[in-house]
């Protein structure tokens, strides 16, 4: 929509920098969608490939194809990113982060985020973890990848807190601003005895 003047309406809503509580009440309701659409992924995959995990009853025993694990992987990263980097693109920002009234710009706040930035933005928040799911799957080096990727998040929200745009390192590399809408504060009632 637009108003009078021609000028797109969300162009004209006054922002603010979206705050880490906000942001990661987002993520985690983008966890919850994902998680959905990565679990209905791994079910086709099962269905056109068979079972990752295959049980012997009659001997109560538990085998695992890790190729087929390794490509549910692989696809739940897949699916991840066409998750995120879709929806910065196409929609201007998550799902979850939409669902609380944010918003993402690039770091003039000025533009939508270009797919260049999109992609540099997942890379650095989303990737690590599907990442971590994929090499856990190869190798058997799974507290070391898990410290390496807590370490990171942490890194991530300490320099989001930190920072007066709300910026974390991922922001500032992939040159992208989380906004949020900011709602106007009604005008106090006048005073009776004014």
Request: charged share 15%.
């Amino acid at each position: 929509s637009a108003d009078a003047a021609g000028a797109p309406a969300d162009s004209l809503r006054a922002y603010v920098y979206a705050d880490v509580p906000n942001r990661l009440v987002g993520i985690f309701l983008d966890g919850v969608i994902l998680s959905l659409l990565i679990f209905l992924g791994a079910v086709a995959l099962s269905a056109v490939f068979g079972p990752v995990v295959r049980f012997d009853l009659d001997n109560y025993t538990a085998s695992v194809d890790d190729t087929l694990a390794v490509a549910n992987a692989v696809a739940g990263l897949g699916i991840g990113g066409a998750y995120f980097v879709g929806s910065y693109t196409l929609l201007g920002a998550s799902p979850g982060h939409r669902l609380l009234g944010m918003r993402l710009r690039d770091d003039t706040a000025a533009r939508p985020v270009s797919l260049a930035s999109a992609v540099v933005r997942w890379l650095l928040l989303a990737a690590p973890l599907g990442l971590a799911g994929v090499v856990t799957t190869i190798a058997a080096a799974d507290l070391l990848v898990n410290l390496a990727v807590a370490a990171w998040y942490l890194v991530l929200l300490v320099t989001t807190a930190r920072s007066p745009a709300k910026q974390g390192v991922h922001d500032r590399l992939a040159r992208t601003l989380m906004v949020k809408s900011a709602r106007q504060v009604a005008s106090p009632p006048p005073d009776p005895e004014a």
